[in-house]
């Protein structure tokens, strides 16, 4: 969706980026900017820096930056044109919309229609005689008929096209059918319904609209699931199955399990904080989804196979970085939360969530699984391994306290136990420090932009192309001056003459062409960038005779780089005549 770069500059102009910021992150202020523990990593100390003069938020930890727009849409799991809707609802703005931006809103209303007409008619069929062997199946694994209505179950019958006759009955096109990943194209060109004879489940997102399915047999046959692939409604890397009703639970954390019928047991058995992933491992925007909604804490519930605990570790490693403290549940007695629950009741279910383990705790348990304590070899084994785990760890205090609990468990002394430790942490430490090294003494690397398709070709000129967009932006008349001097063409840097054009476009037409307006037009990557190029900026003591340089810099750059490329085709033109020469030379003899 395109959208006029004057709405962009009022949005950006009217959502302050301290007052979105601090819906979400506490800020102090220290100096000119305002500082908080950062919402897109864990971390103990505040890194996370909000610049209320230049508009723009900056991670010194993780390095996530960028500007009001790209908050949300970081903070709120959101595209673009979804976090500009938000920031235009808080500003009491209307979006403007032209013929294209209809038709594409008017194309996903239908695609929602027709996911909605699917999940009624799949209902019906669930409660109809073709539903008999579905309805059996959900009732036989314990949900009760108010579940079935609730979460809208349904049945997809066993036959080829019985959605495709009942959808296009209603209007809908085959076309619409394919591009909502309800039907599928044979090699002749026919259709056929993508879920046949399978339980129903409808995937609703956060705003209560059905956008995909899950689809699950209800006998031995495989594949046991079927899901909905990506569409332009569903992307199932930035979705939770049952959100729409976690985020409503009173309770303070979300409870992550593994499948539709886990949550589904879960919330009929009062835990209606419980969500999935939807057919794939957990993501980082799925992470992000949920720490996004203020709870703090994840319970992981997975399967109890080698599986489930391996998938255990994975969502640890992502909900952590998210700044979500993560406690990890075990079962005994039953393979899954729907198995536990029917055989022990949720009172059981509640004192294991009462006792599930921290991350830590699951780690070390996890390293011991295997080793007999008994035998001396497989003793100092685990606690070695168990050494190097805790010297990860960032707190002291922990360190001790699981120092202890390996003392006791092992009954080696606690001293011992953290020596293991500290010479593991010196070793880790000492090498953080030859990387750091390292790479202090390649100031090119540490000149690099992180994403590939940003990299630098030359980084001097790169780096005056920097310093002269960080004057430029902040001073008009220094932009216009730049602009009488050196173009975008004479930059190395494809990302850097892009923003240079972008501010120049839009000065020479007579908008504002400062950072926050740059920012609002640049991707998410290349905000980031530009966010981290102006934070670390050290503004000159003299900018007029900065700037002087920085084009001086950019055009003897630009200038040798021409005079290479003509000293390449001199040398090309030389080569071709040569054996044109030696050609006509064999020809004569």
Partial sequence: MALP??????????????????????????????????????EKSPSFSVSREKQIYHCFGCGAGGGVISFVMNIE??????????????????????????????????????STDAARHYVAQLYSPAGKAGLNYLLGRGLRPVTLKRFGLGFAPQGWDGLI?????????????????????????????????????????IKGEVIAFGGR?????????????????????RNLFAMNFAKKSKRNYFILAEGYM??????????????????????????????????????????????????????IDLLKPAGLAVRVLR??????????????????????????????????????????????????????????????????????????????????????????????????????????????????????????????ENIRSARSEEGL??????????????AARVSPLEFSSPFLAKVYDMALRRSQGGGEAGLPQCLALLEPEEGQLLAQIVQRFQPPAAPQQALEDYISTIQYEHLKKANQEDDKKDTLLELAERKLQQERERGGK
């Fill in 165 to 205: 006759k009942a959808m296009t009955a209603k209007g809908y096109t085959k076309s619409e059918l394919l591009e909502c990943g309800l039907a599928v194209q044979n090699k002749s060109g026919g259709l056929y319904d993508r879920f046949r004879n399978r339980a129903m489940f409808p995937i609703i997102d």
């Fill in 77 to 114: 799991n959101m595209t673009f044109i979804e976090a500009v809707r938000h920031l235009a609802a808080m500003a009491g703005m209307e979006i403007p919309e032209d013929d294209r931006d209809a038709g594409r809103r008017s194309r996903r209303a239908r695609l929602i229609a027709l």
């Fill in 262 to 315: 886990d949550v589904i047991a879960l919330h009929q058995a009062g835990f209606d904080c419980a969500v999935a992933s939807l057919g794939t491992s957990l993501t980082e925007e799925q992470a992000r989804l949920m720490a996004s909604r203020g709870k703090g804490d994840v319970v992981v519930c997975y399967d109890s196979d080698q599986a489930g605990r391996k998938a255990a570790q994975r969502a």
């Fill in 469 to 482: 967009l960080a004057l430029a932006l902040s001073d008009r008349e220094l932009l216009n001056q730049a």
């Fill in 217 to 237: 047999v209800t006998d031995d046959s495989e594949p046991k699931y079927l899901n909905s692939s990506d569409t332009p409604i569903f992307n199932k890397s």
């Fill in 5 to 42: 770069e004057s709405f962009l500059d009022e949005l950006t102009a009217r959502c302050d980026i301290y007052d979105v910021v601090s819906r979400y992150v506490q800020l102090k202020k220290k100096g000119a900017n305002y500082f908080g523990l950062c919402p897109f990593h864990s």
């Fill in 331 to 456: 079962m005994s007695g039953a393979k899954d939360p729907d198995e536990f629950i029917r055989k022990n009741g949720p009172e059981a279910f509640e004192n294991l969530i009462n006792r599930s383990s921290t991350d830590v705790e699951y780690r070390l348990d996890e390293i011991r699984a295997g080793h007999r304590l008994e035998e001396n070899d497989d003793r100092v084994e685990y606690l070695q391994q168990a050494a190097q785990y805790l010297a990860t760890l960032e707190s002291a205090v922990e360190r001790e306290v699981f120092s202890h609990r390996l003392a006791k468990e092992t009954g080696v002394s606690q001293q011992a136990i953290l020596n293991e430790v500290e010479q593991a942490l010196r070793t880790r430490r000492r090498r953080e420090k030859a990387s750091r090294q390292r790479q202090e003494m390649n100031p090119a690397r540490q000149a690099q932009p992180g994403p590939r398709q940003l990299r630098y």
